[in-house]
């Protein structure tokens, strides 16, 4: 097998590490990665500005672009004519779960790669932001990264990945001391939480207003089965499937809390019947 990777952490990052030392054990691995830190991104391209690729010692090309800008230049400039079987994003320095998605640079790059048609998985550690005293704990990636080559070799995930077209399967992994602390995996629904504080106000030192996005949840809040059904995700704009998702399905957040894996598939490029039914009832 044969893999495109990247992420949104940059080509330094302890999970792009582990996911290619993983992947290299049972295929082909090449990595392209921004050079630097490029999370919130989503799928953003480089549109205005050159970019220029060069390759690291560790062999990994580094981009001073975003995740997308990666993906794209490795199908039609740097790797024009070798046949991937999959593009594996990440692992990601914590969840990409739920609305989440819509900003993720892991997720964004995964997008890029079946806009064009390759399957796609992106894969995220829940928790695993900074530890031990502002270093990451590699042994965490590693447990991550041998999960993703488990489904891999495992089960039937990347064939039916490829009758998927326009899908990406968003993957979130519990993060856990060992592989005996993850209970099994899960085909998940995307969740929502709310935001506590969408935008923190602060005073720089020269005096001038600045402002920090933030996508951090509410704590101890509790996703409802009235919360998720099909009739308020309408309402709400995070209606998914035109087929109704079961108001009883397993939400992302819920599988990774009791240390499941979360496989939740994410459709895209996608105009659905019902919203061009309610549209057409207007009078334009």
Not at 144 to 152: G, H, M, P, R, S
Not at 181 to 194: P, Y
Request: glycine fraction near 8%; charged fraction near 20%.
């Amino acid at each position: 097998m044969k893999f495109l990777v990247s992420n949104d952490d940059g080509a330094h990052a302890p999970g792009l590490l582990a996911l290619y030392q993983a992947l290299s054990t049972v295929g082909d691995v090449v990595v392209v990665a921004p050079n630097d830190e490029q999370s919130g991104c989503s799928s953003a391209l480089s549109v205005s500005k050159p970019l220029y690729a060069h390759r690291l010692p560790s062999g990994f090309i580094a981009v001073n672009g975003s995740p997308a800008d990666c993906i794209y230049l490795a199908l039609h400039e740097l790797y024009p004519d070798t046949r991937f079987d999959c593009v594996i994003t990440g692992i990601n320095s914590g969840a990409n779960m739920g609305q989440d998605v819509m900003f993720s640079g892991t997720f964004g790059a995964a997008l890029t790669a079946q806009i064009f048609g390759l399957p796609a998985i992106s894969t995220s550690l829940v928790g695993g932001g900074v530890k031990n005293g502002g270093q990451e704990d590699a042994s965490r990636y590693k447990v991550a990264a041998d999960e993703v080559v488990k489904l891999l070799v495992e089960t039937s995930i990347l064939e039916t990945c490829k009758s998927l077209p326009y899908h990406v399967l968003n993957v979130n992994i519990p993060d856990v001391v060992c592989s005996d602390d993850i209970k099994g995996r899960k085909i998940t629904s995307l969740g929502h939480k709310q935001i506590d504080r969408p935008v923190r106000h602060m005073v720089d030192p020269r005096g001038r207003d600045a402002y920090w996005l933030s996508l951090r949840k509410r704590k101890n809040h509790v996703q409802t089965a009235e919360a998720r059904s099909p009739k308020s995700e309408e309402a709400s704009g995070l209606y998914q499937d035109e087929n109704h998702v079961s108001p009883t399905a397993m939400t992302d957040d819920q599988a990774t809390a009791a240390n499941y894996i979360s496989l939740s598939p994410v459709r895209l490029h996608h105009t659905p019947s019902y919203a061009l039914e309610k549209l057409s009832g207007i009078e334009l």
